[in-house]
């Protein structure tokens, strides 16, 4: 039986009441919740880490004292988890969403969850994978600006992402022979230099270092996935990856960290705090993504 560590995130947002929502169907896991004390005393689970209170005081305390204390509680929650794996106390995490700007307030100056991650894991090289049922996407450059693209977007990073990402489809979901797809970053594929020379600089190249398919325009790569070509495509950047991946499967998919030492799962979505409370939240996502954990834990023992 699978052992997962399910994190709360931002406890102003919808964490924790997709977190409950998620884990009253049974799942054949052990369950480890960590969070603020007072928010997982009584969720279902089988095992409970507290990581301080929230709820005391809360009201009364100014925006800016709000906002980081629970950048300090979503932070301590997420390194509570990767303890809880690194010391073989649980076969994967799941993560629910946490603010970036409140982390950053709380002294966690990372990108996003698949960076900070990462770091706390000795700095191994990641990926951000966004999949369902019928799409699987890797993003090559994650939270940039658009401007700052091409630049990094180099020949190593692209087979580093490729490499990253084969590993863990034949580890984490027992996929023999992976196939791999990379998406173009100018329009129709650069047209053979007149949008762009990315294409025949660099994605040409690195598709042949990696064997990867393509680089092949946006506009088709991810329907040709979609329709059982590829078993995941290399987006270039952020949007791209994302939209596509949204556009198909909004609310199924889940967000993987490849490259860890152990899985980590968590929704496609963020913290929501404009519905947060009023009963609106959907928790298919987190029910997924706690899914998707456990199963992909047991590929891994495979």
Known sequence: M???????GDPRGIGPEITRAALQLPLDAVITVVGPDDLIESLPATHRVGVGTWAQGAGDRPDHARTLRAGRLAGHA??????????????AIVTAPANKHALHL?????????????????DVPVAMMLASDR????????????????????????????????RALRDWWGIAEPRLALCALNP???????????????????????????????????????????DAVLAPYHDVGMTAIKVASFGEAVNVTLGLPFPRTSPDHGTAFDIAGTGRADASSMRRAVELAAT???QRER
């Open 2 to 8: 699978r052992r997962l560590a399910v994190t709360l």
């Open 78 to 91: 997420v390194e509570a988890a990767v303890r809880l794996a690194q010391a073989g106390e649980v076969d």
């Open 106 to 122: 709380a002294g966690f100056p990372y990108p996003g969850h698949t960076e900070w991650l990462a770091h706390l894991c000795g």
């Open 135 to 166: 799409l699987r996407v890797v993003l090559v450059t994650t939270h940039v600006a658009l401007r700052d693209v091409p630049s990094l977007l180099t020949l190593e990073r692209v087979v580093r992402v490729a490499r990253t990402t084969d």
């Open 188 to 230: 129709h594929a650069g047209e053979a230099g007149l949008f762009g020379d990315e294409e025949i600089r660099v994605l040409r190249p690195a598709a042949e270092a990696a064997k990867l398919a393509g680089p092949f325009p946006a506009d088709t790569v991810f329907v040709r996935a979609m329709r059982g070509e590829f």
């Open 296 to 298: 992909l834990g047991t």
